[in-house]
């Protein structure tokens, strides 16, 4: 692969509980559902496990806390030869409750642990190379200590590119952190729904395109199973088809597109060579129950689309 970049990954490590359930419960209603599996999942682990997998270098900026899920967590970082840097004394990890339909879509609970309470301290630990790539994801940005973390990231040194998934916690983000982003060195990822709420209701490629446009900022629109378009400042969106494949569930979906171009990009790839490598990875773990099914390079190399 020659020279690979490193990526520092900012996120969480949170447990995974996930049913399948006919549909989602009404208020007062009592649904039977059945346990799927249960996992370390959580934004941060997720990425940081497919990109080790893929064989990219990794920094790991993944609080673990104290209790049974930190407990979890540090043996899934042992397996991933990941070491665990950030150890918190009384907090425990987070958890989540993915309830998955019969179409495969999935509703979220969420329980924030250690991965929501950063400081100075921890974030000043990290040594970060002169160039390479920093991955955030929204659940570590609308917690209690969300203001320390966006200072942290906005001063990250120029050669550090940042690829940012907001996520579901987009509304909670602090405006003045968008409005302070280094635009010539970010990239925002997003999915239908995320496009809509900071570029506006409409067709989201338009939408984005020129919300890309008005802030000179690179963003990666992704629409599942209708592929993915790359919106480039005062440029015409560029479409990167997806991949064909049964989904099981969608859940890690979003991280497995932010591994797969995360992977592209430390390899030296054009952004879209990356993104069609990040809907080669998603295609695979929306293939699999839950989101720990990251392909190693042997498997991304063998399986078969439809």
């Known amino acids: 692969m020659g020279d690979l970049l490193p990526i520092t990954v900012i996120g969480a490590a949170a447990g995974d509980i996930v049913l399948c359930l006919p549909r989602l419960p009404r208020s007062g209603e009592d649904q039977e559902a059945k346990e799927i599996d249960r996992q370390i999942g ?18 790991n900026g993944i609080p673990v806390g104290n209790g049974y899920w930190g407990n979890q967590v540090t043996k899934e970082m042992q397996v991933l030869g990941l070491e665990a840097t950030f150890i918190h004394s009384y907090l425990d990890n987070g958890w989540c409750l993915a309830m998955v339909e019969p179409d495969g879509e999935r509703s979220f609970v969420s329980v924030s642990g250690c991965e929501v309470d950063w400081n100075r301290a921890m974030l ?6 002169e160039r390479g790539y920093i991955y955030s994801s ?3 940005m609308a917690g209690k200590s969300t203001a320390i973390l966006c200072d942290w990231l906005l001063a990250s040194p120029s050669g550090q590119t940042l690829l940012l998934d907001f996520g579901p916690r987009l509304p909670e983000i602090d405006p003045t952190f968008l409005d302070a982003l280094p635009v010539d060195r970010t990239i925002l990822t997003l999915n239908r729904n995320e496009v809509a709420i900071l570029c506006g209701e409409g ?3 338009v939408q984005a395109s020129r919300y890309s446009s ?6 990666i629109c992704r629409l599942g199973s209708q592929g993915t378009w790359i919106c480039l400042p005062d440029h015409d969106p560029e479409y990167v088809a997806a991949y064909k494949v049964k989904v099981v569930d969608t859940i890690g979906a979003g991280d497995a597109h932010s591994s797969g171009m995360l992977a592209g990009l430390s390899q030296g790839m054009s952004l879209r060579d990356a993104v069609e490598l990040g809907n080669r990875v998603a295609a695979i773990v ?14 991304l190399e063998e399986f078969v689309f439809e």
């Open 124 to 129: 000043s630990s990290i040594a970060l190379p």
């Open 203 to 205: 067709d989201p490629v």
């Open 138 to 140: 929204g659940y570590v």
């Open 214 to 219: 008005k802030r000179k900022i690179t963003i």
């Open 286 to 299: 929306v293939n699999r129950s839950g989101a720990a099914g990251a392909p190693t390079i042997k498997e």
């Open 42 to 59: 959580g934004s941060g682990f997720n990425v940081a496990r497919a990109l080790v997998r893929l064989q990219i270098p990794v920094i």
